[in-house]
């Protein structure tokens, strides 16, 4: 198949998330659906078709998650979406390999069962499944000064912990020099677009940290001297008043992620929460070939 009719026929399994996985190719348990694949296929080529709409796959042994059929199939990359995961490895060995692809079962904590004291962020870790990996540090420094007023603490943390990505494929939560630049953008027009608040830097004014595809933008209220305190703002493409959240970034994107009777509520409720990796650093492995 080439990689329109690959997209598709993943896509089929994928959504919507709640229909069964049984596969029925050798007599293996439910829980996955294996997907044909030429051996003559450009096994490059399917990983970027999978990543251009997926998102930077998990690999590597300690970030892949245990997966069926491990013992038949050397697993090299996965794909969260939902309660699903997008595998593509390699089966076989000599002359006898060829490339593997399947889509399996996902868990991940459900956000009632994690203890009281974890924090917002680490429940944002936990029900999304994601795995940090090493990555370069951000110049905080230099961000706040181009701003001109220190950043959230748990802003920064969320930034460290998951990079460049999206929230459930639609929460995009903005990187700092996308920060700066739409702060930088709204503050040049020079006038409120949502009153009664007023663009930062004014004293009390809107700066945005995250947005979707629904055209909503997410600020915080920048009053008073801790930005650990600052509210949430959240407003739609219209200019009129939005709605105010006192909470920190963190706790408002996990509330939002998991509370489905939330003033804002997601589009689509999946049945599990994950974050795509838009952040486009992943190689792929010359073993591969």
Same mark, same amino acid.
């Given at each position: 198949?080439?990689?329109?009719?690959?997209?598709?026929?993943?896509?089929?399994?994928?959504?919507?998330?709640?229909?069964?996985?049984?596969?029925?190719?050798?007599?293996?348990?439910?829980?996955?659906?294996?997907?044909?694949?030429?051996?003559?296929?450009?096994?490059?080529?399917?990983?970027?078709?999978?990543?251009?709409?997926?998102?930077?796959?998990?690999?590597?042994?300690?970030?892949?998650?245990?997966?069926?059929?491990?013992?038949?199939?050397?697993?090299?990359?996965?794909?969260?979406?939902?309660?699903?995961?997008?595998?593509?490895?390699?089966?076989?060995?000599?002359?006898?390999?060829?490339?593997?692809?399947?889509?399996?079962?996902?868990?991940?904590?459900?956000?009632?069962?994690?203890?009281?004291?974890?924090?917002?962020?680490?429940?944002?870790?936990? %029900?999304?499944?994601?795995?940090?990996?090493?990555?370069?540090?951000?110049?905080?420094?230099? %961000?706040?000064?181009?701003?001109?007023?220190?950043?959230?603490?748990?802003?920064?943390?969320?930034?460290?912990?998951?990079?460049?990505?999206?929230?459930?494929?639609?929460?995009?939560?903005?990187?700092?020099?996308?920060?700066?630049?739409?702060?930088?953008?709204?503050?040049?027009?020079?006038?409120?677009?949502?009153?009664?608040?007023?663009?930062?830097?004014?004293?009390?004014?809107?700066?945005?940290?995250?947005?979707?595809?629904?055209?909503?933008?997410?600020?915080?209220?920048?009053?008073?001297?801790?930005?650990?305190?600052?509210?949430?703002? %959240?407003?739609?493409?219209?200019?009129?008043?939005?709605?105010?959240?006192?909470?920190?970034?963190?706790?408002?994107?996990?509330?939002?992620?998991?509370?489905?009777?939330?003033?804002?509520?997601?589009? %689509?409720?999946?049945?599990?929460?994950?974050?795509?990796?838009?952040?486009?650093?992943?190689?792929?492995?010359?073993?591969?070939?």
């Amino acid at each position: 198949m080439d990689d329109e009719q690959l997209l598709t026929a993943v896509a089929e399994i994928l959504w919507p998330d709640h229909q069964d996985l049984d596969c029925r190719q050798h007599g293996d348990a439910p829980g996955h659906i294996c997907l044909p694949i030429s051996a003559r296929a450009d096994l490059h080529s399917v990983v970027e078709t999978l990543s251009s709409r997926h998102g930077e796959p998990f690999g590597g042994a300690d970030r892949l998650p245990p997966l069926p059929l491990s013992g038949e199939v050397d697993w090299r990359y996965a794909w969260p979406f939902s309660n699903r995961w997008v595998t593509f490895g390699r089966s076989g060995q000599g002359e006898g390999a060829g490339p593997a692809l399947m889509v399996a079962l996902r868990s991940t904590p459900v956000a009632k069962q994690l203890p009281a004291e974890t924090s917002w962020l680490e429940r944002l870790i936990a %029900v999304t499944g994601w795995t940090p990996r090493t990555a370069g540090q951000v110049d905080w420094a230099e %961000v706040e000064s181009r701003l001109g007023t220190p950043l959230p603490s748990d802003y920064k943390a969320l930034i460290e912990a998951f990079g460049n990505g999206m929230f459930d494929g639609f929460h995009c939560v903005f990187m700092p020099d996308d920060l700066v630049k739409s702060a930088e953008l709204e503050a040049r027009l020079g006038q409120p677009l949502w009153e009664p608040h007023p663009p930062f830097p004014a004293s009390g004014g809107l700066m945005p940290w995250m947005s979707n595809e629904h055209e909503q933008t997410f600020h915080w209220i920048t009053e008073g001297p801790d930005p650990d305190r600052w509210p949430v703002y %959240v407003v739609g493409a219209e200019p009129k008043a939005g709605h105010r959240f006192d909470c920190t970034a963190t706790e408002y994107l996990f509330r939002h992620l998991t509370d489905r009777l939330h003033p804002i509520p997601m589009p %689509v409720h999946f049945r599990a929460h994950w974050f795509m990796d838009c952040s486009a650093n992943g190689e792929l492995d010359a073993a591969m070939e």
